[in-house]
T-cell receptor, first 111, second 114 residues
Framework: KNEVEQSPQNLTAQEGEFITINCSYS?????LHWLQQHPGGGIVSLFM???GKKKHGRLIATINIQEKHSSLHITASHPRDSAVYIC?????????????FGKGTLLTVNP | DAGVTQSPTHLIKTRGQQVTLRCSPK?????VSWYQQALGQGPQFIFQ???????QRGNFPDRFSGHQFPNYSSELNVNALWLGDSALYLC?????????????FGQGTRLTVV
């Protein structure tokens, strides 16, 4: 069983819509990363969260430590936001950056 | 400041052959982690190198081996290639002991085994 579960797997939205992608993780994960992957493969880091909420432009990430749940929100979505969004858990206990990835959410934003 | 660089970007190999993939970490980073991403899946941790030693390993067979050089760059070697080894291989760099920081990934090497 994967330690990091994402939903939904696929998401289609119209330009301007508010988007939410969810991520649940298991015990032993001390920090949660949100990553963006475009066709071609390169991965870009969006956020790293261990508590609270972070905002960057139209992107907002939240984490609830007690519920072991994180969400990535995109406000006023745009076709250029179309990509795969992946959450990844960083294992605690001095693991030095071993990440456990969710399967990703394929987001398509239509004009 | 160059980020994480990987080479080659694409590679086609025949079943049974051996392959070597290369990764240079971001400037200032000393730890390299390798991941395999099959089509439609999230990346899976292969192993991690620090101080030229393998420090952690995921659930991959011994056909997968690696090396880290004194300049912190790293190689991933796969022997006796299977068709199922076809995937995107990603390299991530970090600073040992500094967990919970931003992730830095290379663009990946897409390996196709025919």
């Amino acid at each position: 069983k994967n330690e990091v579960e994402q939903s939904p797997q696929n998401l289609t939205a119209q330009e301007g819509e508010f988007i939410t992608i969810n991520c649940s993780y298991s015990v032993g994960i001390s920090a949660l990363h949100w990553l963006q992957q475009h066709p071609g493969g390169g991965i870009v880091s969006l956020f790293m969260l261990s508590s609270g909420k972070k905002k960057h432009g139209r992107l907002i990430a939240t984490i609830n430590i007690q519920e072991k749940h994180s969400s990535l929100h995109i406000t006023a979505s745009h076709p250029r936001d179309s990509a795969v969004y992946i959450c990844a858990g960083e294992n605690s206990g001095g693991s030095n950056y071993k990440l456990t990835f969710g399967k990703g959410t394929l987001l398509t934003v239509n004009p | 400041d160059a980020g994480v660089t990987q080479s080659p970007t694409h590679l086609i190999k025949t079943r049974g052959q051996q392959v070597t993939l290369r990764c240079s970490p971001k400037s200032g980073h000393d730890t390299v982690s390798w991941y395999q991403q099959a089509l439609g899946q999230g990346p899976q941790f292969i192993f991690q190198y620090y101080e030229e030693e393998e420090r952690q390993r995921g659930n991959f067979p011994d056909r997968f081996s690696g090396h880290q050089f004194p300049n912190y760059s790293s190689e991933l070697n796969v022997n006796a290639l299977w068709l199922g080894d076809s995937a995107l291989y990603l390299c991530a760099s970090s600073l040992w002991g500094e967990s919970s920081t931003e992730a830095f990934f290379g663009q990946g090497t897409r390996l196709t085994v025919v």
